[in-house]
């Protein structure tokens, strides 16, 4: 597979990470003010996954003669067993796109098992070209972010890389019994997923001193209980389980820089003393921000 990406316009970031088996992680950023346009050869036996974590962005085929958009938090797969699929990325302003490409091969050795729950796995889908939009879950973001961010040494990095991207198409294509996202009345609503993502941004903005549900509530003009229910069912977890691990991931990020100090990193994401913010960070990745920083610098 070719490796190498095409930009033509200055001020954006490209980036590929590429595993013996031939995984791929593409991370495609623009910065900039000016829309920016990246393009890739990719072949007909590969799957391709994309994940807009944000603005938008446009994947454009067949020499522009049609297009498939992509929103920010959502995902978009494409497959077509029949002709090469090459990447032709239109990326506005201030948009960042994760791309996950796999071998079809390999990826049908991930679920051989779980061929009939995902129906292009079927031996009589095999063939055929498969597209697909769907939602980013908070905890797939957290697995793309830990993809992109991740600064390992040469000899372990793509071992990590890999297990990153088996547990991203795990939970890409978890679906609990107990969601039935057809019948879920915030997805069809759209008035309700505009307010439910208000209420994301509101409290991804102002993480450090976020406000109460109550307060969140009424300043999306939503009732509590909607705001509970319609959260959970749209993005997978509380409110406030979202928003602690939207915060450690950050802290993660910030300490992994080495330009912070724990107390600093504490206070950025909202926690008044060192240790209560150590406490948090090691409930959710089981070592210390001392120890994690040193993990990452040895």
């Known amino acids: 597979m070719n490796s190498e990406i095409e930009k033509n316009n200055a001020g954006g970031l490209s980036s590929e990470w590429v595993t013996p088996e031939g995984f791929s992680v593409l991370k495609f950023s623009n910065d900039s003010e000016k829309l920016q346009w990246f393009k890739r050869a990719i072949a007909s036996n590969m799957i391709q996954f994309h994940f807009c974590l944000k603005g938008t962005a ?3 085929f ?4 049609y297009q498939f958009p992509i929103g920010e938090d959502h995902s978009l797969l494409l497959y077509n067993p029949q002709r090469d699929l090459p990447l032709h990325l239109a990326l506005p302003a201030q948009s960042w796109i994760i791309s996950v490409i796999l071998p079809i091969k390999k990826f049908h050795e991930f679920f051989s098992s779980e061929a009939n729950y995902i129906s292009f796995l079927n031996e009589e889908n095999r ?3 498969y597209y697909k939009d ?3 879950t908070p905890s797939m973001t957290i697995v793309l972010n830990q993809l992109i961010n991740t600064r390992l040494h040469d000899s372990v990095q793509s071992l990590y890389i890999k297990a990153k991207i088996y547990e991203l198409m795990s939970l890409y294509f978890h679906r609990p019994a107990h969601v039935d996202i057809e019948q879920c009345p915030f997805l069809a609503d759209e008035a309700n997923l505009t307010k439910l993502k208000k209420a994301k941004e509101i409290i991804i ?3 450090a001193e976020p406000p109460t549900l109550q307060e969140l509530a009424d300043e999306i003009e939503l009732s509590i209980n909607k705001l509970k229910e319609g ?3 749209v993005y997978g977890d509380s409110v406030f389980s ?3 691990d939207y915060k450690m991931e950050v802290a993660r990020n910030m300490l992994a820089t080495g330009n912070y100090a724990v107390g600093d990193v504490g206070l950025k994401v909202g926690y008044s003393t060192a240790s209560h913010f150590i406490a948090a960070f090691k409930k959710k990745f089981g070592t210390t921000p001392k120890k994690f920083v040193m993990s990452i610098t040895s």
Do not use: S, T, Y
């Not at 067949?62 to 003669?65: A, L, P, V």
């Open 58 to 60: 446009q994947f454009v």
């Open 62 to 65: 067949n020499e522009g003669n």
């Open 127 to 129: 063939e055929r070209k």
């Open 134 to 136: 769907a939602p980013i």
């Open 205 to 207: 903005q102002r993480m």
């Open 231 to 233: 959260f959970k069912q």
């Open 242 to 244: 979202f928003l602690f």
